[in-house]
């Protein structure tokens, strides 16, 4: 499960951009193998892509796969060069569960502080459809993973909001029934903002949780 792919530009740019991504599927599910349309998308714009698997539930619990996390971009940060990509622009970006991954990486310093890092390194991070602050866990597939009844505050990104934090895009579907937006995505761009850090939201229509 610790592997990940890179997405190479046919056509690279001098010191591209390089994107992080991590998949969502509830802690529960999902592969790298399923996401080659990420790369192929951000590679065809100049970007230089890595897709990371993390272990998953049943075989670890919080925050063994914010762990797996860490060690994916320390990985890309210290060889990313060798793809063509500049790794003082390196971006962490993720779907759902995945987004709450790679807020967690951007927001909460512990887990690149474990592989001598720091969300500093960050020049931006990309939240699709996150879950950012739901306990209690309301999902019956999430439960276990967090440990409930007893799930730490201090697994929820919107607890680890800070005035360093990176610049953050954030992303959701104005219908999605499964991560509530308003909550969420709108709850944690609030105190970003408060805190003073960059931050813009784009809501669309006509897509879900999934097709987002």
Same mark, same amino acid.
């Given at each position: 499960?610790?592997?990940?792919?890179?997405?190479?530009?046919?056509?690279?740019?001098?010191?591209?951009?390089?994107?992080?991504?991590?998949?969502?599927?509830?802690?529960?599910?999902?592969?790298?193998?399923?996401?080659?349309?990420?790369? $192929?998308?951000?590679?065809?714009?100049?970007?230089?892509?890595?897709?990371?698997?993390?272990?998953?539930?049943?075989?670890?619990?919080?925050?063994?796969?914010?762990?797996?996390?860490?060690?994916?971009?320390?990985?890309?940060?210290?060889?990313?060069? #060798?793809?063509?990509?500049?790794?003082?622009?390196?971006?962490?970006?993720?779907? &759902? &569960?995945?987004?709450?991954?790679?807020?967690?990486?951007?927001?909460?310093?512990?887990?690149?502080?474990?592989?001598?890092?720091?969300?500093?390194?960050?020049?931006?991070?990309?939240?699709?459809?996150?879950?950012?602050?739901?306990?209690?866990? #309301?999902?019956?597939?999430?439960?276990?993973?967090?440990?409930?009844?007893?799930?730490?505050?201090? &697994?929820?990104?919107?607890?680890?909001? &800070?005035?360093?934090?990176?610049?953050?895009?954030?992303?959701?579907?104005?219908?999605?029934?499964?991560?509530?937006? $308003?909550?969420?995505?709108?709850?944690?761009? $609030?105190?970003?903002?408060?805190?003073?850090?960059?931050? #813009?939201?784009?809501?669309?229509?006509?897509?879900?949780?999934?097709?987002?």
């Amino acid at each position: 499960r610790q592997k990940l792919d890179v997405y190479v530009p046919r056509h690279p740019l001098k010191d591209a951009p390089v994107v992080v991504f991590f998949y969502g599927g509830s802690w529960n599910n999902g592969s790298k193998d399923d996401y080659g349309f990420v790369g $192929e998308a951000l590679a065809s714009r100049g970007i230089v892509v890595v897709i990371a698997d993390y272990r998953l539930y049943p075989q670890v619990r919080y925050p063994a796969f914010l762990q797996d996390g860490a060690q994916a971009v320390a990985w890309t940060y210290q060889h990313i060069a #060798e793809y063509g990509a500049d790794p003082q622009q390196l971006y962490v970006m993720g779907h &759902s &569960s995945g987004a709450y991954n790679a807020s967690m990486l951007a927001l909460d310093a512990r887990w690149l502080n474990d592989v001598g890092l720091s969300p500093a390194l960050f020049k931006g991070w990309i939240g699709l459809a996150g879950p950012y602050d739901f306990l209690p866990i #309301e999902n019956r597939d999430v439960r276990p993973v967090f440990f409930f009844p007893d799930s730490p505050p201090d &697994s929820q990104p919107i607890n680890h909001v &800070s005035a360093g934090a990176p610049p953050s895009l954030l992303i959701a579907a104005t219908d999605d029934k499964l991560v509530n937006p $308003e909550r969420n995505t709108g709850g944690l761009a $609030e105190k970003l903002r408060a805190a003073g850090v960059p931050v #813009e939201t784009f809501y669309f229509g006509k897509t879900n949780h999934q097709t987002l």
